[in-house]
């Protein structure tokens, strides 16, 4: 059973609205737009830069990434990709952890991203220190920590996994008779529990994106579009896990749209993915799962506020001006470096 004695949800008035933020980004007319397009062409020619957005980011910036060599996907191959670059300079769109575990990877190459504000409610809601003392408790414990952490809590890990391959090395570890300390999320540590019926304790984190998916609106979604397939994100509620065809990660997701036989999906992650599937299945129809409902915040409404933040002027900003630089204490990135690169070693394997 999964102890769910730590409750570690962040306060909703911690947490930004997407619609708030978005309201406060510049407006740009086409021809502006083309001009700082064009410019962030160049800088990152001129810098020996590479731009790595997630797929949660907005599509301009995800074109931009596809039209310069650059690279969109999920945390793990954004990851590996970075690695692999021979850019100086790595431009990583997207949220802090996934910034700094650029910089834990490549420490010789300069990590920039357009906005350090931009975190993650399970990043924020795992202190380390907090967390430090969670893993003191169960010292019998292997520590499996989400890539959505900061680079201290990735340091106190023996692994580090993105929802891809989460299923594969818990099972790996039950091989081993280990029993697993999950964290920080705990609808994914939870669907981990049950597919692979691991002896896991979990931290108790949420996705302020994925928590507010509503399972009784979606049922009746899908009563409205009974041929649609359900596509589901791992970090979603239970019951919303439930009703899905498939969950996995976003990778796996956008894999799905293009495979699966259905003209439509109803989809449980970040909206922003819809110009990945659409790509990928062009005459194909998404329909975004609801966040309305019995006890709805919508402070995401199916879009990361966090996400939300990198935009068109300060990526620009970020290559004119060399700012937003990530650092990670060496001591730290040692010990981050370890479990991290296990992930990636393991995925080689
Ligand atoms: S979508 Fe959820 S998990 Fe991803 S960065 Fe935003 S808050 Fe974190």
Known sequence: MLDTSFETTVPLQDIPETAVVQAGLPVYSAKQRKEKIDRIKFLLQK???VLIAHYYTHETLQRIAEETGGYVSDSLE????GSRHNATTLIVAGVRFMGETAKILNPEKRVLMPTLQATCSLDIGCPAKEFSAFCDLHPEHEVVVYANTS???????????????????VSHLMDQDKKILWAPDRHLGRYIEKVTGADMISWQGACVVHEEFKARALGDLIAKHPDAGILVHPESPEAVIEAADVVGSTTALIRAAQELPHRSFIVATDNRIFYKMKKAAPDKVFIEAPTAGEGATCKSCAHCPWMAMNGLHNLEAVLESGENEIHVAEEIRNKAYRSTHRMLDFVAN
């Open 151 to 169: 680079a201290e809590v990735k340091a106190r890990a023996d692994w580090v996994v993105t929802s891809s391959i989460a299923l594969k090395v």
């Open 47 to 49: 810098e020996n830069a």
């Open 78 to 81: 954004m990851a590996r990709f």
